[in-house]
């Protein structure tokens, strides 16, 4: 899982400054930081980055889980929700489609990573 391409998709500022600061560190490329869902279709569209890093609470019109629903439906792109209020099973139950990959704020490194690498690389076939 060397360098991915990662749209951050966040509205609060500070948090996603440090997003950025921990990406960078690990090793991966920031193609982008947006604040809105729409924002988030667009350059989705346009960058096609490997991963999308989704706040699932957004200001504007589309919140991060339509977002983020419609980046996987379109694009096929994995997406990784943060978020401070929910775990897996209230994203399940506010529909969004199995599989949820998510990040529980506050975050650190080490679980960025393995969340990260659990989107962007193939389940191994073989028992280990």
Known sequence: MAGASILVVE???IIAA???HL??????NVVAIVTSG???LDKAAALRPEVVLMD???RGEMGGL????SIRAQ?????IYMTAYTGAAALADAGVA???????KPFDAEHIHTVLRMALEPPSSEPR
């Open 11 to 13: 509205d609060e500022r």
């Open 18 to 20: 440090h997003l950025q």
């Open 23 to 28: 990406l960078l560190r690990m090793g991966h």
């Open 38 to 40: 729409r924002e988030a």
């Open 56 to 58: 699932v609470k957004l």
């Open 66 to 69: 339509e977002a983020g629903e």
């Open 75 to 79: 694009w096929h792109i994995p997406v």
């Open 98 to 104: 199995p599989p949820i990959l998510y990040i529980s």
